[in-house]
C-alpha cells in the first residue's frame, strides 16, 4: 500500500489533504474504520498529525464544517488531486486493456478510479452544504 500512498501523496502536492500543511504526513480514512471504512488506498487520504487527531473518527464532511475550515480552499486542493489522479487512472485502464492482466487485490478489484469517486462524493457534499449556508 506505501506505493499507492505515496501516489496519493503526490496527488496533494505532499501536503495534508484538508489543510495543506507539509507534515509529517499520516494516513487518514476519510470514511473512519470505526463508521464501516474499509482500510484501502480508495479510502485514504494524507493528513497531518493534527487534523487526522482532530478529526479523529467523524465523517470528513461533519468535521470539516464543525472545525469551520475553509471548505471551497479543500475543495480546489481535493479537486486538483483528482486532475492529478485522473490522467494516471486513464493510462492504467488503457494497459490493463491492453494486457488483460488486472491487479489482484484481496476482496473486490479497485483501482484509482474509486479514490477518485470518492473525493468526488466528499467534494459534492461539501457544495452542497456551502450553498444551503449561502441559502
Known amino acids: 500500500?506505501?506505493?499507492?500512498?505515496?501516489?496519493?501523496k503526490a496527488a496533494f502536492?505532499?501536503?495534508?489533504?484538508?489543510c495543506g500543511g507539509p507534515g509529517p504526513l499520516t494516513r487518514d480514512h476519510v470514511v473512519p474504520k470505526s463508521k464501516g471504512g474499509r482500510?484501502?488506498?480508495w479510502n485514504i487520504v494524507p493528513a497531518c498529525e493534527p487534523c487526522n487527531r482532530d478529526k479523529d473518527s467523524r465523517?470528513?464532511?461533519?468535521?470539516?464544517?464543525?472545525?469551520?475550515?475553509?471548505?471551497?480552499?479543500?475543495?480546489?486542493?481535493w479537486i486538483r488531486a483528482i486532475d492529478y489522479i485522473a490522467p494516471r487512472v486513464?493510462?492504467?485502464?488503457?494497459?490493463?486493456?491492453?494486457?488483460?492482466?488486472?491487479?489482484?487485490?484481496?476482496?473486490?478489484?479497485l483501482s484509482f478510479a474509486?479514490?477518485?469517486?470518492?473525493?468526488?462524493?466528499?467534494?459534492?457534499?461539501l457544495e452542497n452544504t456551502v450553498l444551503k449556508e449561502e441559502k
Open 114 to 125: 474509486d479514490w477518485t469517486k470518492m473525493l468526488q462524493g466528499v467534494i459534492i457534499k
Open 59 to 77: 465523517n470528513v464532511v461533519e468535521w470539516i464544517i464543525a472545525s469551520k475550515k475553509n471548505i471551497n480552499k479543500l475543495i480546489y486542493r
Open 1 to 8: 500500500m506505501s506505493r499507492q500512498f505515496n501516489r496519493i
Open 39 to 41: 482500510h484501502g488506498y
Open 13 to 18: 502536492c505532499g501536503g495534508c489533504a484538508y
Open 90 to 109: 486513464e493510462a492504467a485502464a488503457r494497459q490493463e486493456r491492453k494486457t488483460k492482466n488486472r491487479w489482484r487485490g484481496k476482496g473486490r478489484k
